[in-house]
């Protein structure tokens, strides 16, 4: 019985010592945003966050106090000086979790900015793609992605 033992305790430090020594990142900076003054983090607030399976993607939608309170409200009127920033990551496999997926580089940042102008609200659309956050010239579709990003609902926490 003690030989058994001993050779499962063989074993056991046999198969530990197998690993592929992959190094591993402990933190995932490639989902770090780049700073820029095309955008501003500062002071929003997460609304909702969502993944699309088919296209791979993770996204985040910020906004500012106004933003949240009327996206609360179901984003019925849009108000002047609300700001909606939808941030959008390509996903990649967890290293530290089979199956699970994690944001990787910065596939977009949406940036929508309302402002008063007289009686009424003017809407401003930027898209900015890529790792250096071009702006994206093509104005085609702008409609549908502002329609979109303001019919996102806020998240319920407990």
Aim: proline share 4%.
């Amino acid at each position: 019985m003690k030989a058994l033992y001993s050779l499962f305790a063989v074993c056991s430090l046999m198969f530990a010592a197998c690993s592929d020594n992959k190094p591993v990142e402990l933190y995932n900076t490639k989902a770090a945003l780049p700073s820029s003054p095309k955008y501003n983090l500062d002071g929003l607030k997460v609304i909702t966050s969502f993944v699309n399976k088919t296209k791979g993607t993770a996204s985040t939608l910020y906004g500012n106090d106004l933003a949240l309170k009327s996206a609360i409200d179901g984003n019925k009127t849009v108000g002047a000086n609300e700001v909606f920033t939808l941030v959008t990551w390509k996903q990649q496999d967890d290293d530290h979790w089979f199956g699970a997926k994690i944001p990787s580089d910065v596939e977009s940042v949406e940036v929508i900015k309302t402002a008063s102008s007289g009686n009424s609200v003017v809407v401003n659309y930027e898209q900015l793609n890529g790792k250096d956050l071009s702006s994206k010239a093509d104005t085609i579709g702008q409609g549908e992605r502002i329609r979109y990003i303001l019919e996102q609902r806020p998240s319920v926490l407990p």
